[in-house]
């Protein structure tokens, strides 16, 4: 290791001496102020020492790691949904009285193994980053030990995400034993030159299993049982954790694995993803339609997200990363800005996330109100709003290589998604059925640093709405 | 610049009017106001003193283009021309009218009610001077949510119902046009190696007949929706009923025009071949619309519902009209837009005005108000007799002129189209038959129409006898800009003819 190495390191270095630092702090003196102080803190500097690290890359550091401009912008982008949900997580748990401080050191864990996910180029570094995000996620989705419905997701998560790790192990067993290779590039260097009509069986149950194991992580129709549990049990900012860190950096690493392997080349596979693609764009949308808790609904749309996202990796070839990138940062910001909101309406006792809770909020809180509705539009696709250039970028993706019958999907339920996220609009505009009756109750006063998060978040979302030229050519030149 | 300014005083407006609402109630509907006044006076700067200077991309008068995505070939691209000219003037006429049915009847959450107004007004303007498609599709999309708010806030009881199945019809063809904007950028850009959203550069794209079927069926589904077309015009009458005075008045007299406007500027012109191909099955279903809407309308018992029907009548007649694709049906279809606009939004704002009075849409309830308001009564017969085509007004004009043009091309579909005249007179004639002659309801206290209510219907008034009397204007300013679209669609359905090979030599100009 030589000095160019440790700085390309530098923010897993600083992340992880982080979490060591809050480690202490808590052990010293318990303060939620300082706990959360410390880990913004260090999320800063990791984010500052980005631009230090983009000097030396791309760089390969030990055979594990990679340092080159994706892991970069991954990395990047963690570690800024990882301080928002901090800063939305000290309004949420200053509410309740027991230890909040161990939150942080498990957000920043995880925030660690996401960005190793991201910047891994081995099978081993994979399998690292996912222990460490995934085992920190047990902790952090049960962390409102009070709750039943915490528990029991908790146990849920850890029960599938120890399966789907299992399945990611012998994935990978059985592709070693016929390749010998666990290294990336190698891998997809031994996959193309293998003879594309008749693969070894044992290769193709291999990269089975390891498809298998993301799909659990992305929750990809047929594997998708687990989200909406866990995104109704868990605390609404480990809910957004779930739903942009450990998901986006999953994400990144199915770009990574299966843009060197030239998909169409492999027919079982290609079919495959294509089937879990369409699956889970119409199951996500439709069983949508049925919830009335919209938690549950927005873990249904993230569903159907990441079918739209499994669909860009198919239709653009060579250009997915950059399509799939886009797409992917609009959705975390929507997503964040989603429950954020829903964070910041919670009480004490129990998160807000019935269409009762958002009912005629628009009376109480209109600014709050503007910002899920954009937010909304924007999952829904809708112009003016980022989401409406990320679907858009999808589609043309799709049409110019003439893929119709995921084109056609997507078309047809997107536009019956837009029904749910139009019912929970429609709620918050509506007048309450019981005002008068019984006084809703008081919100919190919003504190400085949340009403600068949702404003910088809402921005971002309307900024890449209207003029999305500088970010896309941003995105070509670093990754296209 | 204006072009944008037209667009971007109605969006700042409407930011305005929400803001300084809650600080100072009472400015929005005066902010509203303003900003339609002077984006009048600016349209009005732009009518030139002659219409027939044609330049070297088409008669427009004004246009602008700046780069907005460049790498993928979208540009901020807006251009005026006498058809958009007359469209854009009839929008802020209806803009200024919808305000004026608003003024009273919105008492809640008044800055949002006019945000949503200025910028629906904003997205329809932008609609009308978008020559990119890309744009085309942004403003297309962006008139939706404040059009969804105002039924879904505003609107009357069912209004959940309407605004969510008016949002969906319309959500969801607009995606199929998107597609078929997207098939047709990447066979422009295939063949020419220039990628491009530009409408008058897309103009002319060679397609093979099934892709070609196939673009033209995505952009006319986006518009058959709006205008509406039997059988996918079952949003609107429940849209219609349900929303807001001044949300009737922008749905009748501007949203559907939009569709109609789609068919004229891209259809045909960039499809001529399979636009023909489809010509005699978009009649046949037009004069289908014609009949079915009065039928429907002859059945109705709500007022506004029955206003709602004889929009999918009168727009039969649009549509028939443009799919004749002559000089004549297309004045004719224009002339009828904005004729049918104005009639149809006065019998909005009566009806609107009728349920802030007697709290109620039904004809049923309501007969004998002649006496008790004269004025509003009086009104009324007026707008039915336009509407049912009574020689000396503007609608007249305009469904002579279409079914002269229609007859030369289908003489049986002209004679079945002129029968939607007669339900007309009759569905009409019961209006005022039911609501304002007849025994007088018991106990029944009419205020009459206000000076502010007068003075929109006297405007609508004026503007429709003068368009009966004198439709020249008109006709002047979209000449040059219909010749200009039959001339081109005519010209590729030649170059056409002569298929290019596709594929053989991809950087040719088409």
Request: proline share 9%.
């Given at each position: 290791m030589h000095r160019p190495d440790f700085i390309a390191l530098a923010p897993l270095l600083i992340l992880a001496l982080s979490a060591a630092a809050v480690m202490l702090a808590i052990a010293l003196r318990r303060n939620h102020l300082s706990a959360m102080g410390l880990s913004l803190t260090g999320l800063g500097a990791a984010l500052t020492a980005l631009p230090l690290m983009a000097r030396y890359t791309p760089r390969t550091v030990t055979p594990l790691l990679i340092m080159d401009h994706f892991a970069l912008f991954y990395t990047g982008l963690i570690l800024a949904a990882t301080a928002v949900v901090i800063v939305l997580s000290y309004d949420y748990f200053s509410q309740k009285d027991d230890l909040p401080e161990e939150a942080y050191l498990l957000l920043l864990l995880a925030a660690l193994g996401a960005v190793i996910l991201v910047c891994a180029r081995h099978v081993a570094a994979l399998f690292l980053g996912l222990e460490i995000l995934s085992v920190s996620l047990y902790a952090l989705i049960a962390?409102?030990?009070?709750?039943n419905i915490s528990i029991e997701a908790g146990i849920k998560y850890l029960v599938l995400a120890a399966v789907s790790a299992a399945f990611l192990l012998f994935g990978a067993a059985l592709i070693y034993a016929h390749t010998g290779a666990l290294d990336f590039q190698q891998l997809g260097a031994l996959l193309k030159a293998e003879p594309s009509g008749r693969p070894a069986l044992i290769l193709l149950a291999g990269l089975g299993f390891l498809v298998v194991a993301v799909g659990f992580k992305l929750a990809l129709t047929p594997f998708h049982m687990w989200t909406p549990d866990i995104y109704q049990g868990a605390p609404a900012p480990v809910t957004a954790f779930v739903a942009t860190v450990s998901k986006g950096a999953m994400a990144a690493l199915l770009v990574r694995l299966f843009t060197p392997t030239d998909l169409p080349h492999w027919p079982a596979l290609y079919l495959f993803f294509t089937a879990m693609a369409a699956a889970s764009m119409a199951a996500g949308n439709l069983l949508a339609?049925?919830?009335?808790?919209v938690k549950r609904l927005l873990a249904y749309s993230s569903i159907a997200h990441m079918g739209y996202l499994l669909a860009a990796l198919l239709f653009s070839g060579q250009k997915a990363a950059v399509v799939m990138t886009f797409y992917l940062t609009v959705y975390v910001v929507s997503i964040l800005g989603c429950f954020g909101i829903i964070a910041i309406l919670s009480s004490k006792e129990r998160d807000a996330d019935t269409c009762q809770d958002l009912q005629g909020l628009f009376f109480r809180r209109p600014l709050l109100t503007g910002v899920f509705t954009t937010m909304l539009l924007s999952l829904a696709g809708?112009?003016?709003?980022?989401g409406f250039i990320g679907k858009f970028y999808v589609v043309s993706a799709g049409v110019e290589n003439a893929h119709w019958f995921l084109v056609i999907i997507l078309v047809v339920f997107s536009g019956v998604g837009l029904f749910y996220y139009l019912r929970v609009i429609i709620a918050m505009f509506s007048p309450s059925l019981d005002e008068g009756l019984v006084p809703s109750p008081a919100l919190p006063a919003l504190s400085a640093p949340v009403v600068l998060t949702l404003t910088f978040l809402s921005t971002l979302v309307l900024w890449l709405g209207v003029w999305p030229s500088w970010f896309l050519a941003t995105l070509e030149k670093m990754l296209g | 610049m204006i072009l944008a300014f037209l667009i971007l005083i109605p969006i700042c407006g409407g930011v305005l009017a929400w803001t300084m609402e809650s600080r100072h109630p009472g400015t929005a509907r005066w902010i509203a106001l303003a900003v339609l006044l002077g984006n009048l006076g600016l349209t009005a700067l732009l009518?030139?003193?002659?219409?027939?200077?044609?330049s070297a991309v088409g008669p427009f008068l004004i246009s602008l283009e700046l780069a907005w995505m460049p790498a993928l070939g979208i540009h901020f691209h807006l251009a005026l021309d006498g058809l958009n000219l007359v469209l854009v003037f009839l929008t802020h006429f209806l803009g200024l009218t919808a305000l004026a049915a608003a003024w009273t009847e919105i008492e809640h959450k008044i800055g949002f009610f006019y945000f949503n107004l200025l910028w629906v007004l904003a997205g329809i303007m932008g609609v009308f001077l978008a020559l990119d498609l890309f744009l085309f599709y942004f403003f297309w999309e962006m008139m939706l949510i404040p059009m969804f708010f105002l039924i879904s806030v505003f609107g009357h009881a069912n209004r959940t119902y309407a605004s969510i199945k008016f949002f969906l019809f319309t959500q969801i063809s607009g995606l199929l046009m998107l597609l078929a904007i997207l098939g047709l950028y990447f066979i422009h850009g295939r063949l020419t190696g220039r990628y491009t959203f530009n409408y008058l550069e897309l103009l002319g794209t060679p397609l093979s007949d099934v892709s070609g079927m196939l673009l033209m069926l995505g952009f006319l589904m986006a518009f058959a929706v709006k205008l509406p077309a039997v059988p996918l015009h079952t949003w609107l009458p429940d849209a219609h009923t349900e929303a807001p005075t001044a949300g009737s008045i922008i749905l009748a007299g501007l949203l559907l025009k939009t569709g109609a406007y789609g068919i004229m500027r891209f259809v045909v012109p960039l499809f001529p071949k399979a636009a023909a191909a489809a010509a005699p099955f978009a009649m046949f279903l037009a004069v289908i619309a014609i009949l079915y809407g009065a039928l429907l309308a002859l059945s109705q018992t709500d007022f506004k519902r029955l206003v709602a029907y004889t929009s999918v009548s009168h727009m039969g007649f649009v549509m028939l009209a443009i799919f004749a694709w002559n000089q004549l049906a297309l004045q004719g279809a224009l002339i009828q837009i904005i004729c049918h606009g104005l009639s149809t939004g006065a019998l909005f704002f009566l009806a609107g005005a009728l349920q802030e009075r007697l709290h109620t849409r039904e004809l049923g309830r309501m007969g004998g108000l002649w006496a008790a308001a004269p004025r509003l009564s009086g009104m009324a017969l007026f707008f039915a007799l336009a509407s049912l085509g009574l020689p000396g007004l503007g609608n007249f004009i305009a469904e002579f002129t279409i079914l002269l043009g229609v007859y030369q091309v289908s003489k049986p579909l002209a004679v079945l189209s002129a029968l939607g005249l007669i339900s007309a007179a009759v569905y009409s004639l019961w209006i005022i038959q039911a609501a304002f002659h007849g025994p007088p309801q018991p106990k029944l206290v009419l205020a009459d129409l206000s000076g502010r209510e007068s003075a929109a219907l006297l405007a609508m008034l004026a503007a429709l006898v003068f368009l009966g009397l004198y439709p020249q204007p008109v006709f002047t300013a979209a000449e040059p800009a219909l010749t200009h679209l039959t001339r081109t669609a005519a010209t590729q359905k030649i170059t056409e003819a002569v298929p290019a090979p596709p594929g053989e030599n991809p950087h040719a100009s088409p």
């Open positions: 962390y409102t030990r009070d709750r339609l049925l919830q009335t808790n809708i112009p003016l709003t980022a | 009518v030139p003193a002659r219409f027939d200077v044609v």
